[in-house]
């Protein structure tokens, strides 16, 4: 079995972080969010993942390399995507490369505990020519749906205005090489008016079931997250800290109080500060006089120095000083500095950039 994995778009929803970094490439729990994907897939035996991104986009591999370091044998395949032609598409770009092997296909913002494998042991016992999972949703107005007659999927509604399922389709999905037929004989669709058809995943899946092919569905009774908001980052950044994160100390600690299981990367210092974990802070980070509370990830090479943060994501290098008021569910992207103006007259000052969102305290 392969893998493919999308990391394609243009995180609109996360601007402006998104205007300089691939949004898989964002952090949850200090990893980049489409690590999480790979190492499912790793977990499934899987040796050849390729990974579809933006044309011209060479961060991904910069970034993610050709596998090695998942694990002995992986490789990483990277395949560009000339234009946006729908979430689906990158199937038909991937299909020399997967040949007549089955595959996984997912999204590369896709968050899911409990990992794939039970999801992937009810697609073989199936003996499924699809499979996708589903979470039982009340926004279900927002995704795309399953209609299932017993274990079996009869059709998938992009976006629904009326009920016809609450079964939100995840954009995690396994095939067999019966998908590359779709391709030949399915119509891309533009269900926006945008003017531009694309193979959104209704198209594909209603192919599938209305020439006969077996399309089953397992739901996730966990959790699982499509991290397309900032609040979205922040939220799993929470939950993904409560389960996984250790207490684990490479760094240095000087007349500090610890609470919690709390990651400290090496060459770290902590000097007169209070932390209250779940935390995870990378390597070489300088706190001094500082809170940390819980749910709070700190990217390398940052700086906190008389502040207060909690629930909230330092992206990396990024310096945080001088604040009377605690820096709460926040995201503050790299090479960014958060500090507190003195001095008259009382007035913020701010240099924002373009699809930002700022909350001023009163």
């Known amino acids: ?3 493919l994995i999308l990391a394609g778009g243009r995180g609109t929803r996360l601007r402006p972080l998104t205007h300089t970094k691939n949004k898989h490439l964002l952090p949850i729990g200090n990893r980049p969010m489409i690590e999480r994907i790979i190492r499912d897939a790793v977990d499934l035996g899987i040796k050849e993942i390729i990974i579809n991104v933006n044309k011209g986009d060479t961060e ?3 970034v993610l390399g050709d596998g090695k370091r998942f694990g002995k044998g992986v490789k990483l395949f990277y395949i560009e995507q000339p234009e946006p032609n729908g979430m689906m598409y990158p199937i038909k770009l991937a299909q020399k490369l997967i040949g007549d092997d089955e595959f996984l296909f997912s999204a590369g913002d896709n968050i899911l505990t409990g990992g794939l494998k039970p999801h992937y042991d009810d697609f073989k016992k199936k003996k499924s020519d699809a499979h996708v999972l589903v979470v039982r949703r009340p926004d279900y107005q927002n995704f795309g749906v399953a209609v299932m007659e017993g274990d079996k999927i009869v059709n998938t509604v992009e976006k629904p205005t009326e009920y016809v399922s609450d079964l939100v ?3 995690i999905y396994f095939f067999t090489p019966a ?4 391709f030949k004989y399915a119509k891309p669709i533009d269900p926006k008016g945008t003017g531009k058809p694309e193979y959104y995943p209704p198209v594909i899946n209603n192919w599938l079931i209305e020439n006969g092919h077996t399309f089953t569905a397992s739901e996730v009774t966990g959790w699982w997250k499509d991290t397309g908001a900032p609040e979205d980052i922040i939220l799993a950044n929470r939950l993904i800290l409560e389960r996984e994160c250790l207490d684990k100390c490479e760094g240095k600690v000087l007349d ?8 400290l990367g090496k060459g770290s210092v902590v ?6 974990g779940p935390i995870s802070i990378a390597e070489n980070v300088t706190i001094e006089n500082a809170y940390i509370g819980p749910f709070t990830s700190i990217g390398t090479d940052s700086v906190v120095k008389n502040a207060q943060i909690e629930n909230s994501i330092l992206m990396g290098n990024c310096n945080i000083h001088d604040l009377d008021t605690i820096l709460d569910s926040s995201l503050v992207g790299w090479n960014a500095e958060v500090t507190q103006k003195n001095g ?9 950039g ?3 969102l700022v909350q001023l305290a009163k």
Do not use: H
Request: charged residues 30%; proline residues 3%; without cysteine.
């Open 1 to 3: 079995m392969k893998a």
């Open 271 to 276: 000097k007169n500060s209070v932390l209250r």
């Open 354 to 356: 373009d699809d930002s």
């Open 179 to 182: 998908v590359f037929k779709a």
């Open 60 to 62: 991904i591999a910069e």
């Open 344 to 352: 008259y007259p009382k007035a913020d000052t701010m240099y924002i």
């Open 256 to 263: 500090s109080k610890m609470e919690g299981s709390i990651e």
């Open 169 to 171: 389709l995840s954009a």
